[in-house]
């Protein structure tokens, strides 16, 4: 009875490096989203993920994740005694890109995942409304003017209508905020009559832009009554002759 008791002691305690050394052990599954890309479009796409501890082997480690293949890894750490772990994300090396918030997964002490996500930054789109106004063009003219722009994008669609009359500055800026690329955005401008010729603009906003940019140039003139010249004025009299002339013909 004794031998067995000490050969399953003996057992125990030969079990017991073991057993610590196997739950020792901790991993950190990690990975990078670019947020509205399909896999084939986000394959290239990458940021280094860093794993700092204070305990266990290794106490850093670095890896590229984010790409369509590669886009999670599993970082180990073994010997792991009672500490923590940090997940950290370098800054996005891709213009247009940057993280939804802080990224990174502090003080972890077990088996986590950690995921960072990544997104398209917000541009504005500037419109300047550049006033030619002829001397002689109704005073006011304009004064009522508004531009309207609407932007087409992935997630958003923004129509706006803001005042862009002469004022005291020219040109007039514009600018609306928060347009997320790609998006087509285009300008017009409005409530001026027929006495303002103005063109339009129609402008690609691209990922990795610093925004987009229109000019809309609107020429003011006069616009007077419609007269004839001294020619019109000549054949306009002829014809009222003749016209005449067929009306004495016949009540003569």
Not at 32 to 57: H, K
Not at 78 to 99: I, K
Request: charged share 15%.
């Amino acid at each position: 009875m004794n031998i067995k008791r000490a050969f399953l002691t003996a057992v125990a305690v030969l079990m017991v490096p073991g057993f610590a050394m196997a739950q020792s052990t901790v991993t950190f599954d990690v990975g990078v989203e670019f947020e509205g890309l399909t896999d084939l479009q986000a394959e290239g796409l990458m940021v280094e993920a860093t794993v700092t501890c204070n305990a266990g082997i290794p106490l850093s480690s670095s890896a590229m994740v984010g790409q369509a293949d590669a886009d999670r890894v599993a970082f180990s750490v073994t010997e792991f005694t009672p500490g923590t772990c940090d997940v950290t994300f370098a800054d996005v090396p891709y213009a247009g890109w940057d993280y939804d918030g802080d990224p990174s997964c502090l003080g972890l002490t077990a088996d986590a995942e950690c995921t960072a996500m990544v997104v398209v930054v917000p541009v504005d789109f500037v419109v300047s409304v550049d006033w030619d106004i002829s001397e002689d063009a109704d005073p006011g003219v304009g004064n009522g003017a508004m531009v309207e722009i609407m932007c087409d994008g992935p997630d958003t669609y923004t129509s706006t209508t803001l005042p862009a009359g002469p004022g005291s500055t020219n040109p007039v800026m514009v600018t609306v905020t928060g347009i997320v690329p790609p998006a087509n955005c285009t300008a017009e401008l409005t409530n001026v009559g027929s006495a303002v010729d103005a063109n339009d603009c129609d402008i690609d906003v691209d990922v990795g832009d610093a925004g987009g940019a229109c000019t809309i140039t609107a020429t003011a003139f006069y616009e007077g009554i419609p007269t004839l010249s001294q020619y019109g004025m000549a054949i306009m009299v002829l014809l009222m002759l003749g016209v005449g002339f067929v009306g004495f013909r016949r009540f003569v």
